[in-house]
């Protein structure tokens, strides 16, 4: 069985589990023990949802893996089994930012990560602020071993995310 690692090509991460999207499922799961929480998976996945070229709906739409509801209040959450955040996934968290303070005054929303750094762990909340804050004291970028769509290098920092 393939391990899944970051040097893996996209074909070997298609037969690797999602470590932290199980672990975000058994999450909310739990969560629905309110009454008050409920919640969508939205982001591409290209293993529960397989075409061809599909991983470059990423790359056009904004969407959040899941929105969660508690209350009057809506989280757009990404989902990390890494603390290598990619440039472009920072940017994605950082336009839904954005549009969400634009809103901010309407309907309460933030914009968050949720990190688990195994399967068994417990998950470790945080704000686009606060990672925002962590992305900006690393100066250096690393690059994946693959090319993005461009053929241009996948930049990443490794961010202390707990």
Known sequence: MVTNKYTN???????????????????????????????????????????PLYWLVSQIILCPDYVVAINDKLYLIEVKGTNKIKLADYKKLEEMHTKAIDMNGKIK???????FPHPEANPVWIT???????????????????????????LYKVLPLV
Do not use: C
Not at 39 to 44: D, R, V
Not at 109 to 115: K, M
Not at 128 to 154: A, C, H, N, R, V
């Open 9 to 51: 090509s996209f074909q070997e991460r298609q037969n690797v589990i999602d470590m932290a999207d199980i672990a975000m499922l058994r999450h909310l799961k739990n969560s629905q023990l309110s009454k008050n929480v409920s919640w969508a998976k939205l982001g591409p996945d290209a293993k529960e949802n397989y075409v």
């Open 109 to 115: 929303i933030e914009i968050a990560v949720i990190y």
């Open 128 to 154: 686009f602020t606060k990672l925002k804050k962590m992305w900006d004291s690393i100066k250096q970028f690393k690059e994946y071993p693959e090319k993005d769509f461009q053929g241009k290098p996948k």
